[in-house]
C-alpha cells in the first residue's frame, strides 16, 4: 500500500512540475530579407533569384531550378530533387552539372 501511495505521490507532483514550467513559443523556418548578412540560410534559384531563410524549423519552399545553397551559421538538410542533402554550418552546395534540381523542403536546426 506504501508503494502505491508513493506512486500516486511521484504522478501529482510529476504534474505540478509539468504545469509550472511554462511552455516555449514554437519556432519555425520562415523567409527573411537577405540584407548584407551571410549567417541566414540562402537559395540561389531560377536563373538568378534569390531567397533567405531563418530560424530553426521545417518549411516546403518548392523553390525551381536551385543551383545554389549556403547554409550560412546553421546546420540544414535539404530535400533537393529527389536527394537528401545534409549540410554543416558555413557550407555550400553548388549544381554544376545544370540539374535543375527543385528545393522541396528546407530544415534548419
Not at 531563410?53 to 519552399?61: E, H, K, L, M, S
Not at 536551385?66 to 546546420?75: A, D, Q
Amino acid at each position: 500500500m506504501k508503494r502505491f501511495i508513493s506512486r500516486i505521490g511521484l504522478v501529482v507532483a510529476a504534474g505540478a512540475m509539468t504545469a509550472l514550467v511554462p511552455a516555449l513559443p514554437a519556432a519555425a523556418a520562415n523567409q527573411t530579407g537577405c540584407g548584407d548578412r551571410t549567417d541566414f540560410v540562402k537559395v540561389w534559384y531560377d536563373g538568378g533569384k534569390t531567397v533567405c531563410y531563418a530560424n530553426a524549423g521545417v518549411i516546403a519552399p518548392q523553390l525551381p531550378n536551385v543551383y545554389r545553397i549556403t547554409s550560412g551559421n546553421n546546420n540544414i538538410e535539404v530535400l533537393l530533387g529527389d536527394h537528401v542533402k545534409t549540410m554543416s554550418k558555413w557550407s555550400s552546395i553548388v549544381d554544376v552539372e545544370g540539374l535543375s534540381w527543385t528545393l522541396h523542403i528546407l530544415q534548419i536546426r
